[in-house]
């Protein structure tokens, strides 16, 4: 205590010292600056506000004069002071505040600060306390804010003064300047390349280094690196695939093959077979593309050995990309029919075994973009038949079940349809129902179709109620021929000199294809009457699934059976006997036979899963006759009709 | 996923006249490689900087065009390359045994 004591008094007397040197210096300095007057208001403005905050450190010192820590205050009190007075000189600037520095100078640094010319000595003696300041440290950043800028601009002329008083600089002057900034620009070029050159160099000189395995693994697992992969892939199978070499020498002597007799032989392309969506299914359709002639699309049903995956699939074929398809479309459940939309070259539409209608597009991803509710308003019924009909504006989908309901859909609004027909024929031995199995439209008409049954009988149905025959079967016309359910139905392609839109073919498993003329809509007969086929044709061994004409030539149309035949028949030639007849695939029953637009290549879609592409070549070639010998030879099976017996 | 890509390359490299495929960067670091891993370095600087050199070709000549394929056909064989923003994939074949 008494140490202490002794320490305080000892403090006290330099304080007192310090004091007394300071107002001496004070005092000198004031007499200076009055005499000098140099920094003028501002050492005015300096000493006034030294005096205010030299009063309030004379607050805070005289607030505690006796406690040892206040002595220590005191002592940091009067440290500050002496800071704050040397460094006042020092800075002129009023932003900063009372520096907050930490007291840790040693009474060494006191008296040298203190030694320092032109400071004044702060009154330290005590005023009377008004109010107690809290002295405490903080930094302040100095920020300069710029003022705004205030854009101004007159609202009448706008140009500038001196655009209407330069005189029209000649046209050498201008074509100078241009090549000057020409020059410049070139210039500034050059010199970016120069350096750009000197870059390249670097990098190369570089140590180039590989990937690690992490790296590797992170960018497989992206999936911009999956679609890049897919994409690329396309591009560089489809031009593996070139047969052709553009850079064959001709001049060079090669050994010329004998030549395929191809004169009576369809020639195979290629099939259609991807390991991951095609094993175990079967096709169930197959539909060529108006819009891009190299693609197709298949539809397959179930796998039954795997459960995870989806029930039905769509397959959109590329002829140059044998390996793999081009798009692979999922459905929930079975897809029985698929085809192009004929008037939107991305829409693929198909009909499923729950009775929904799916629509895929090939910009989008692998689920159906479209679907028809599970409702009572679509089918409730597997959907065989699908047909487009109309014109590009104005289309529609009609499509098929097999509980009769015949629904006509438009491709944006699926979730009802625009109108739906049941088929009933009440003079049916069981049920009112008919069981359409497949469905056709002549070419060109959109208002009444043909629809073959699984009775083995075709009616006439119109969509609509018309002056002289209600919408729905045709109850009168009963085309009677086959003896088990029709399997395809398809009528003749509108094209040609001559007209045969009203024929049209069926088969069914009765093992037979048959030839009908279509009675007109309009010359309904008023008692039920039967109408028989033109002809038969009986070749085949097995049931017969599919029949198409083929759209380029009039005599020509194609069936497929479940023998794994293939049958092309040429009605100008021979109509007992097909006119080539091939064995496709494995011997697995041919399901479904699509021709091409332009009537060189049929897709055979067969129970295995794969998609036979097969060209027909010379035989698909129409001459000019054949419009009239087929005419002849229908009128001649029309007669034979007429006449039974006379064969 | 790596296992579709796998497959794709398998398919690819199984094709009859199919020497080699690599997948690069646009580094050209190799990702994936049918080739040693010296030859396919070697590819990987090479092409890729001529991928590069094409691709400003291209683009200088008109601005708004882009490259999309290259296909380089020598003496022995032909190198096709389908470059990408980010990646590049190689394959070099030998177009006689591929057109028996």
Not at chain 1, 540 to 554: E, G, L
């Amino acid at each position: 205590m008494d140490r202490r004591k002794e320490e305080l008094e000892k403090k006290r007397q330099k304080l007192a010292e310090l004091r007394r040197a300071r107002e001496e210096r004070r005092a000198v300095l004031e007499s200076q600056s009055n005499q000098t007057q140099s920094s003028g208001s501002s050492s005015s403005t300096n000493n006034k506000d030294r005096k205010a905050i030299d009063d309030l450190v004379a607050l805070v010192l005289g607030e505690r004069p006796s406690t040892p820590s206040a002595g220590g205050a005191s002592d940091r009190g009067s440290d500050t002071g002496s800071e704050f007075t040397a460094s006042r000189p020092a800075s002129s600037n009023f932003g900063y505040s009372i520096p907050g520095t930490p007291v840790s100078e040693s009474n060494g640094n006191r008296s040298s600060i203190i030694s320092q010319p032109g400071a004044p000595a702060t009154p330290v003696s005590s005023a009377a306390p008004r109010y107690v300041a809290e002295l405490s440290e903080f930094q302040t950043a100095a920020v300069d804010i710029p003022p705004l800028e205030k854009v101004e601009y007159s609202k009448e002329i706008q140009t500038s003064e001196g655009s209407f008083d330069t005189p029209q600089k000649s046209e050498e002057e201008i074509r100078k300047e241009i090549m000057d900034e020409i020059e410049m620009l070139e210039k500034e070029r050059e010199a970016e390349l120069e350096e750009e050159r000197k870059r390249a160099e670097l990098e190369k000189v570089e140590e180039f280094q590989a990937l690690s395995e992490d790296e590797k693994k992170l960018i497989l697992a992206s999936p911009e690196f999956l679609e890049f992969i897919d994409t690329s892939s396309k591009f560089v199978e489809r031009a593996l695939n070139e047969t052709y070499d553009f850079m064959k020498d001709y001049t060079l002597g090669i050994d010329v093959d004998s030549d395929e007799n191809s004169g009576k032989r369809v020639k195979f392309v290629c099939d259609f077979w991807d390991e991951k969506w095609s094993r175990n299914r079967s096709v169930t359709d197959v539909n060529w593309s108006t819009k891009y002639p190299e693609l197709l699309v298949s539809s397959h049903n179930k796998n039954p050995a795997t459960v995870n995956e989806p029930d039905g699939v769509a397959l959109v074929w590329n002829l140059h990309l044998q390996d793999r398809p081009e798009f692979v479309f999922h459905s929930q459940s079975d897809v029985l029919s698929v085809m192009f939309s004929k008037f939107h070259p991305n829409y693929v539409i198909g009909g499923t075994y729950s009775g929904q209608i799916v629509l895929w597009d090939t910009r989008a991803k692998s689920l159906p973009v479209l679907k028809t509710p599970l409702s009572a308003g679509g089918h409730t019924h597997p959907v065989y038949s699908l047909e487009m009909v109309g014109t590009q504006n104005a289309h529609n989908l009609i499509t098929g079940s097999t509980d009769g309901f015949v629904c006509s859909w438009q491709l944006d609004m699926l979730a009802q349809p625009q109108d739906y027909l049941e088929l009933l024929h009440p003079s049916h031995n069981k049920t009112d129902e008919v069981s359409v199995t497949c469905l056709g439209f002549p070419d060109n008409e959109t208002t009444t179709f043909w629809v073959g049954t699984e009775e083995g009988n075709v009616y006439q149905a119109g969509r609509y109620d018309q002056a002289g025959s209600k919408a729905g079967i045709n109850q009168t016309d009963t085309y009677k021929g086959h003896y088990g359910s029709v399997t395809g139905l398809h009528f003749h392609p509108l094209y040609g000199s001559v007209d045969f839109s009203d024929l049209f073919l069926t088969c069914s498993v009765d093992w037979t294809v048959k030839l009908w003329r279509a009675k007109s809509a309009s010359k309904t007969s008023s008692q039920p009457t039967n109408i028989t086929p033109l002809y038969s044709f009986e070749h085949a061994d097995d049931y017969v699934y599919d029949v198409k004409w083929s759209p380029s030539h009039p005599a020509l149309f194609g069936s497929v059976d479940g023998n794994g035949q293939f049958d092309l028949w040429n009605l100008n030639a021979d109509t007992e006997e097909p006119f080539v007849s091939t064995s496709v695939g494995s011997g697995r029953a041919l399901n479904k036979l699509a021709w091409d637009k332009e009537g060189n290549k049929t897709a055979i879609g067969s129970s295995d899963g794969r998609v036979y592409v097969y060209d027909i070549g010379e035989i698909a070639n129409p001459k000019q006759d054949d419009w009239h010998l087929l005419q002849k030879n229908v009128s001649e099976m029309i007669t034979n009709q007429e006449n039974p017996g006379t064969k | 996923m790596t296992f579709e890509i796998d497959e794709t390359l398998k398919r690819l490299s199984s094709r009859r006249g199919v020497k080699a495929v690599v997948i690069l960067n646009s580094e050209g670091q190799a990702i994936r490689s049918t080739l040693d891993e010296e030859l396919t370095k070697q590819y990987g600087q090479l092409i890729s900087s001529l991928v590069q050199q094409a691709r400003t070709t291209v683009a200088t000549l008109d601005d708004q065009n882009d490259l999309t394929f290259l296909r380089v056909r020598t003496k022995k064989h032909e190198i096709m390359i389908a470059p990408d923003h980010e990646y590049l994939l190689i394959v070099v074949q030998n177009p006689q045994e591929a057109m028996q």
